[in-house]
T-cell receptor, first 113, second 113 residues
Framework: KQEVTQIPAALSVPEGENLVLNCSFT??????LQWFRQDPGKGLTSLLL?????REQTSGRLNASLDKSSGRSTLYIAASQPGDSATYLC????????????FGKGTKLSVIP | GAGVSQSPRYKVAKRGQDVALRCDPI?????LFWYQQALGQGPEFLTY????????KSGLPSDRFFAERPEGSVSTLKIQRTQQEDSAVYLC???????????FGQGTRLTVV
């Protein structure tokens, strides 16, 4: 069974700092990995999707990398802003079907103005 | 609609009561997913529909849980004889074609007392 670990569980940084969120997973037989953002009381917003054939994906200030063989992914956020404050969730698919995402517990990010 | 809509947003049920949670996916979206998110945890897969067909229900925790999507649009997740461990946020997601959750609703927070 896929297990996903996200480190750190919580992170507080001053505005403007660059930061890295880490995700590790136990089963490397995945097709894709997604990073989501969750704001309190709201649903999930998909940030980046990395296919297993890719090494990284970029969207604006966000860059996600994937090392499938070692079971690791990182989300890099450049020049953090208070609006980036949220919980960030990593979700590789199960390999049995891309709809079966396995989520980590998330990293709660606070960006201090 | 503009997004995935779930109702009610909050539900308090007495232990043993039956509940029904509704999901209105984005119009025209073929795929629909239900996830369960316990407090402090990442979402966990429950079930997946393609149109009206329930292709995977392997994540439903017990036979007290039942999901349907009779006309291939609105879906209902029913929980019979609710237990305290059913307390969680129930998230619905839909996507246009791909078998991967793309847009999530805000969720229904179920509290069983």
């Amino acid at each position: 069974k896929q297990e996903v670990t996200q480190i750190p569980a919580a992170l507080s940084v001053p505005e403007g700092e660059n930061l890295v969120l880490n995700c590790s997973f136990t089963d490397s037989a995945i097709y894709n990995l997604q990073w989501f953002r969750q704001d309190p009381g709201k649903g999930l917003t998909s940030l980046l999707l990395i296919q297993s054939s890719q090494r990284e994906q970029t969207s604006g200030r966000l860059n996600a990398s994937l090392d499938k063989s070692s079971g690791r992914s990182t989300l890099y956020i450049a020049a953090s802003q208070p609006g980036d404050s949220a919980t960030y969730l990593c979700a590789p698919d199960s390999g049995a079907g891309s709809y079966q995402l396995t989520f980590g517990k998330g990293t709660k990010l606070s960006v201090i103005p | 609609g503009a997004g995935v809509s779930q109702s009610p947003r909050y539900k308090v049920a007495k232990r043993g009561q039956d509940v029904a949670l509704r999901c209105d996916p984005i119009s025209g979206h073929v795929s629909l997913f239900w996830y369960q998110q316990a407090l402090g945890q990442g979402p966990e897969f429950l079930t997946y529909f393609q149109n009206e067909a329930q292709l995977d229900k392997s994540g439903l925790p017990s036979d007290r849980f039942f999901a349907e999507r009779p006309e291939g649009s609105v879906s209902t997740l029913k929980i019979q004889r609710t237990q305290q461990e059913d307390s969680a946020v129930y998230l619905c997601a839909s996507s246009l074609e791909q078998a991967r959750p793309a847009f999530f609703g805000q969720g229904t927070r179920l509290t069983v007392v």
